[in-house]
């Protein structure tokens, strides 16, 4: 059956922006940039992990129409498409303190978890990007559900 996750596709609305903020600002490298003439394929990977890559995808042609297209384009700039991806750190306060001082705008800031410390952030595009601390999963409390649902804890 299955052995790993190889590629997880990022829609992008300009691969050449995407580079300059998952490459230069998140630290992922380049695995592969390669002109199909189509499209060009795209796709960045960790240095710690280059096995696993994201496709930085332009919506468009052959996959999608023009009008889906136009669609999605719509969809990532509302931030509607949910979270592109998860990174793991080994400390997350830190990545947050290194990724605000390159310019990097956070969503969320550094919060204790029930399954570790986390924080948030969008890509220039409106992708959601999650950073995490894992740590050893806890039970989740009725705070944790009212931080979740927006409602204010007394």
Sequence with gaps: MFTSIAITRVTV???DEAL???VGKLGFQVSNDVDLGFMRWLTVSLPADPERHLLL???GPPALSPEVAAQ???LVTRGALGVVAILYTDDCRATYDELRSRGVEFTEDPTEQPYGIDCALRDPFGNHVRITEPSRQREVSDADRDRWSGATVG
Aim: charged share 40%.
């Design 20 to 22: 300059d903020f998952y």
């Design 57 to 59: 995808e332009v919506p």
């Design 13 to 15: 609305l300009d691969q």
């Design 72 to 74: 999605v384009r719509d």
